[in-house]
Every structure is written in C-alpha cells, then in structure tokens.
C-alpha cells in the first residue's frame, strides 16, 4: 500500500494487541508508550487510529519520522558495542522503508528510503510465492532494479568501517544460516553472496513451502526475498560486502532514549 487508509480488521486486530500489552505494562505499575513507523506514516486515517491508540491505553501514539526511524535504530544497535572513533553504520530493513545512519559517537547523518519488503512485495507481486515464478533470474533483476531506485539516497553516505543491521528480514535471515533461535543471532555476520543465495532459495518455494521451512517467521515468509534483495542491494551501493547482525534496534533506542 503506497497511501491509503488501513485495512479494518489488521486496524482492529493491532489495536487489541496494543491493549493487550498496554494491560501487561500497567499491571507492573509502569505506563505505557506508543510508537509507530512506516505504515502509519503512510496511512491517511494515520490520526484517527493515532486517536483510539489514545483513548483505549490513554498514551499517545507517537508517529516517527523516517529519520528518527534511522537514528534510533542507530542508538539501539550500537548501545553495547564500542565505536573507538571508527564510522559505523546501521541498516534497518522494515515492511514500508528501509533506514540508514551513521557517525562516529552519535548520528551525524541519516536517511529513509521509501522501500520495504511489503512495498516491494506489493510492487512486484509475483514475489509473494502465490506461485514458483517461471523465471527466477529475471523476477530478481526487476526486484533488484526497483530496489536501487528507491535506495539510490544511500550513495550520498560515506562508506563505514562497519555496518549493523536490524529488521525482522534480517533477524529471520540470521537465524536460518546459523540455525538459531532469533534470541540468539546478535553478532552474527551476514554477506552479500549469503543473502542472493537465500533469496533465490526462497523465491524457488511458493509461499506454504516457504513457511514451513526452519526458523522462518510464518507471517514473514511471503516478503522474505523482498526484504534479502533490499537488504543485498544496500550493501551494494553502500560498496560493503557484509553487516552484523544487531539484535538491539529502535525499539532499544526508543527506551535507551527515553529513560537514560
């Protein structure tokens, strides 16, 4: 969905989880917080879900930015790593946009690219796995070539020493080549030639194959490749040929921020 408003029942069924968990924060004598990204952004009833956020758990939801997105995945995933004045930088492939960052101590620069695995997905239908695609090769390179487009602002950046990523497409990826639980896939190396491999691998499957493979998110399963070529295409124009795989993100950032 590039713009729109969002779907009833995913509208209705997120707003009982956040009750859910608005309920388990509360009855810990704490208050709960709200934060939402990408799809809300985009969403043009965004303010009135924004609204019953409030008025059910009585905290404001507050709508991020793309570079806020981009800067408190950089705080999270670096919070327990030493930069020793190196350039670092930290990826975040979400559903509805991909964002980058990156400094030496703090943020110095950051961007949001109007690309995401669902927004792939849903440009390129065919890599969904409603059916094995005829041609593999070919449903790549369009993927590919669409990707770049909207991820052409990451040339701008200076490359880093080091690059973390984070992102449900990546901790998922993380844990299918170590063959691990997504608790424990922090530090785990991820290259170029691993993500094509795994991306062709998935887009050979339709989509019930691919869910049921190991350590796949099952509601993931379906814009996987899309996310894996996103992610493959950043690190091209970022001229790297890997990243580490860092389980601390925005959300750690987001608290990181706001309690230290």
């Given at each position: 969905?590039?713009?729109?408003?969002?779907?009833?029942?995913?509208?209705?069924?997120?707003?009982?989880?956040?009750e859910d968990y608005a309920r388990e924060v509360q009855s810990h004598g704490a208050d709960a917080a709200a934060i939402a990204t990408s799809a809300m952004r985009r969403a043009s009833d965004g303010s009135e879900f924004a609204q019953e956020v409030e008025r059910r758990v009585g905290a404001r939801l507050e709508i991020l930015s793309g570079p806020r997105e981009a800067e408190l995945s950089?705080?999270?995933?670096?919070?327990?790593?030493?930069?020793?004045?190196?350039?670092?930088?930290?990826?975040?492939?979400?559903?509805?946009?991909?964002?980058?960052?990156?400094?030496?101590?703090?943020?110095?620069?950051?961007?949001?690219?109007?690309i995401g695995a669902v927004r792939?997905?849903?440009a390129i239908p065919a890599l969904l796995g409603a059916d094995v695609?005829?041609?593999?090769?070919?449903?790549?390179?369009?993927?590919?070539?669409?990707?770049?487009?909207?991820?052409?602002?990451?040339?701008?950046?200076?490359?880093?020493?080091?690059v973390f990523a984070v992102g449900g497409t990546i901790f998922n990826a993380a844990a299918i080549?170590?063959?691990?639980?997504?608790?424990?896939?922090?530090?785990?190396?991820?290259?170029?030639a691993t993500l094509t491999d795994l991306a062709r691998r998935f887009l050979a499957m339709d989509a019930p194959v691919r869910?049921?493979?190991?350590?796949?998110?099952?509601?993931?399963?379906?814009?996987?490749p899309a996310g894996l070529l996103i992610a493959d295409e950043a690190l091209g124009i970022l001229n790297l040929d890997r990243f580490t795989v860092s389980q601390r993100d925005l959300l750690h950032g987001y608290l990181i921020e706001k309690y230290r």
């Open positions: 969905m590039e713009a729109g408003p969002l779907d009833p029942e995913a509208r209705d069924r997120t707003l009982g989880v956040i950089f705080i999270g995933a670096t919070s327990n790593r030493k930069h020793d004045g190196e350039l670092v930088g930290v990826i975040d492939i979400g559903g509805g946009s991909t964002e980058y960052a990156s400094g030496k101590v703090q943020v110095e620069e950051r961007v949001s690219c109007e792939l997905s849903e695609p005829s041609d593999t090769p070919a449903l790549e390179e369009e993927a590919r070539a669409f990707a770049r487009i909207r991820l052409a602002p990451l040339k701008d950046f200076l490359r880093p020493s080091v080549v170590a063959d691990r639980d997504r608790e424990d896939i922090d530090g785990i190396i991820l290259s170029r869910r049921v493979q190991p350590r796949i998110t099952p509601q993931r399963a379906d814009i996987f």
